[in-house]
């Protein structure tokens, strides 16, 4: 495992990590996400000794971090590090000499195992080239094939999908997959929500400093409030608890029902639900299909949306403990917008 503990870092007098604790396991995908300038790069930077914590600790297996050559050259072969930008990894003038000079210089070279790596990343027929007449995909794949040679257990990727197109994506979800299966640990900072979501064991949100997320879902409404580009829908979900005023029903183009005090709640009131069976499914449906739903639940069922609804682009309000007077407002809407929060509550504001 790889950690970092309450780790500090600045650049002169600007304070980037504030504090961060986190953690990658050998046979995940852990990913990383937020936004520019967030400090992601910076942060895994810490990982394998390309930069030393103003304050805190990197742990790898249990074994903390010196800073040493002896150390570092240790540190680095256990944990490989694919740049953000290809021409700061890329140091010999072609494919193949690049690739080779990592474990020739720690006397492991293997060429048939380099041939294999060139070959799972699409670059077979590419041993001779140039590599700075490669193109921007072609060279981060050089990249990748550079620390792969190294055989380290961990892999941290900064940004992989940047300027790769569909095959090259295709070609790195493949590597990376396979990465995982073999038993390594693996790090991606990516703004990519597709490619995070369609490898990522686990995601990590950082902001201001700190990881503010750390789950085995993408929080979309989060993801979105940290100015990480997702494809929220415009539709939402306004969930009612059974025992609260419901608000106006016009303002809705669905209303859904789920649980048995939330029906007899709007039999009392005199609404008839748009969506009575299977509520809360399609109530998400819905939501993602852009409408605007009341999700009328008993109390006892809000965690359960709250768990669910971090599974969807959408977002989600509750709507709990207000009087509905009419003509008058008395909503406010606390937190919204606001990174940190999921959801927004409204609550009484007098
Ligand atoms: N060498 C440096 N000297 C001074 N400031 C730096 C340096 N490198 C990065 N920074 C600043 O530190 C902050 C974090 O940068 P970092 O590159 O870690 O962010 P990032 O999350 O990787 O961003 P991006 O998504 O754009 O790659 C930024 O404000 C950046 O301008
Ligand atoms: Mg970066």
């Not at 937190?335 to 929060?341: I, L, N």
Request: proline share 3%.
């Amino acid at each position: 495992m790889i950690e970092l503990r309450d780790v500090w870092f600045s650049y002169g007098d600007r304070e980037v990590l504030k504090g961060v604790n986190m953690r990658v396991r050998k046979g995940e995908i852990a990913i990383l996400l937020g936004r520019n300038g967030a400090g992601k790069s910076t942060l895994l930077m810490h990982l394998n000794g390309l930069l030393k914590p103003k304050k805190g600790e990197v742990i790898v297996d249990g074994i903390r971090v010196g800073y040493d050559r002896k150390s570092l050259i240790k540190l680095r072969r256990a944990v490989g590090f694919v740049f953000q930008n290809p021409d700061d990894q890329i140091v010999a003038p072609t494919v193949w000499q690049d690739v080779v000079f990592g474990p020739e210089n720690l006397g492991m070279r293997d060429d048939d195992r380099i041939k294999e790596i060139l070959r799972n990343l699409g670059l077979e027929r590419y041993e001779s080239r140039l590599c700075n007449s490669l193109s921007g995909g072609e060279k981060k794949r050089v990249a990748i094939a550079g620390v792969l040679a190294m055989e380290p257990e961990f892999i941290i990727m900064d940004e992989p999908t940047a300027g790769v197109d569909g095959m090259g994506l295709k070609e790195i979800l493949k590597i990376v997959k396979n990465l995982k299966e073999s038993g390594k640990g693996i790090l991606i900072s990516t703004h990519d929500l597709d490619f995070a979501k369609t490898i990522g064991d686990r995601f990590m949100i950082l902001e201001d400093g700190r990881i503010i997320y750390d789950g085995v879902f993408v929080d979309y409404s989060l993801a979105e409030n940290c100015g990480i580009r997702t494809w929220l829908s415009e539709g939402e979900i306004v969930l009612v608890p059974h025992d609260s005023s419901i608000p106006e029903t016009d303002d809705f183009d669905f209303i859904a029902v789920m649980g048995k005090s939330a029906r007899e709640k709007l039999e009392r009131e005199g609404i008839e639900p748009d969506i009575n069976t299977a509520g809360m499914e399609r109530a998400f449906l819905r939501a993602i299909g852009g409408a605007r739903v009341m999700l009328v639940c008993s109390r006892s069922m809000i965690e359960v949306v709250k768990r669910e609804a971090q599974a969807y682009p959408v977002k989600l309000t509750i709507c709990d403990g207000v009087e509905c007077h009419e003509g008058q407002s008395v909503h406010s809407w606390s937190r919204s917008g606001e990174c940190g929060a999921h959801y927004t509550e409204r609550t009484e504001s007098n």
